[in-house]
């Protein structure tokens, strides 16, 4: 009887330390896992820093669950936005040096201080005698918009190979619909979201990477100042001087007023000062 007894008494003795051990592993992975996000998330990546187009694209494609995206809330840090998503494999993060006025679509604007997107396909894999033919079938870019490390706005735009044609499926969000079904816009769409193309070229120009010049005759053009890429007859980064974007635009200011874009861009610093909506404690859990 002894002898069970105290056998009961090593086994609760064995338990307890077990519990232990498990609580203190996943403590440690927890820790682990915000260590390597605050260790990559202040490390920006786009073409600017990457200089190498080909290498760039074809080294950062990953395919995210359309249902990963829909769990994220409005109001989560970019902490929380990797944690609910289980990855940090981004195509592209901006963190720009001033609040980009971002255009979305015709009329609607909002103040940005950070992007990060997300690309790739999904495909079906066809093996054969010798060979193996990977053919994609879906596809889906994201993008997060953050203002005061902060999420105010994401831009999904999700396509599906219909027999041979890419189809635009109604998951995508309103600017993205907006855009490719009306005629009186004529907003870029690439990959991940709309007027893609401008976001990059501010990012260049308020984070040093693109310089300001003006002619004689007072008008105002840009110069890379990175190293040219070496991958390319014709650095891809003169496209982004050449092109004239909506923020360069002789109507932008007159855009965001009638838009109401500092309307909202006020409405965001006082919640942040206060503490309320996308700012408050519930927003970030």
């Known amino acids: 009887m002894r002898h069970d007894q105290n056998r009961f008494e090593i086994m609760k003795i064995v338990n307890k330390a077990n519990v232990l051990i498990i609580s203190l592993y996943f403590s ?4 682990s896992i915000r260590s390597m996000i605050n260790a990559f998330a202040i490390k920006d990546v786009n073409i600017f820093i990457e200089n190498s187009e080909s290498q760039y694209f074809d080294q950062k494609s990953f395919f995210l ?12 840090t970019e902490e929380n936005i990797y944690k609910v998503l289980g990855t940090m494999n981004f195509k592209t993060r901006h963190s720009f040096n001033q609040t ?17 997107s997300f690309s790739g396909f999904r495909t079906t894999i066809s093996v054969g005698r010798g060979y193996t033919k990977r053919v994609p079938q879906e596809k889906i870019g994201v993008s997060f918009f953050l203002y005061k490390n902060r ?6 735009i999700h ?6 044609d890419w189809v635009l499926l109604p998951d995508s969000t309103e600017e993205v619909l907006y855009v490719s079904n009306h005629s009186d816009t004529d907003e870029p769409l ?23 010049r003006f002619t004689k005759s007072g008008e105002r053009y840009f110069v890379p100042l990175v190293p040219l890429s070496k991958h390319l007859a014709i650095d891809f980064l003169s496209d982004y001087c050449k092109t004239k974007y909506y923020w360069e635009e002789q109507n932008y200011e007159s855009e ?7 309307k909202i861009k006020e409405m965001y ?11 408050s404690e519930e927003a970030i859990k």
Not at 28 to 31: A, D, E, K, V, Y
Not at 65 to 76: F, N, Q, W
Not at 151 to 156: P, V, Y
Not at 256 to 262: A, M, V
């Open 28 to 31: 440690i992975l927890g820790c």
């Open 65 to 76: 669950e359309i249902s990963k995206v829909r769990a994220l809330k409005l109001g989560m």
């Open 100 to 116: 980009l006025a971002k255009k979305l679509m015709k009329g609607k604007y909002i103040p940005v201080s950070k992007t990060i």
């Open 151 to 156: 999420l105010i706005h994401i831009t999904i």
């Open 159 to 164: 396509w599906e190979k219909k027999e041979h």
């Open 190 to 212: 690439n990959f991940t979201k709309t007027n893609g193309g401008g976001d990059e070229k501010f990012y260049g120009f308020v984070n040093g990477y693109l310089g300001e």
């Open 256 to 262: 965001l007023q009638k838009s109401g874009y500092y």
């Open 269 to 279: 610093d006082q919640d942040f000062e206060n503490h309320n909506g996308y700012w």
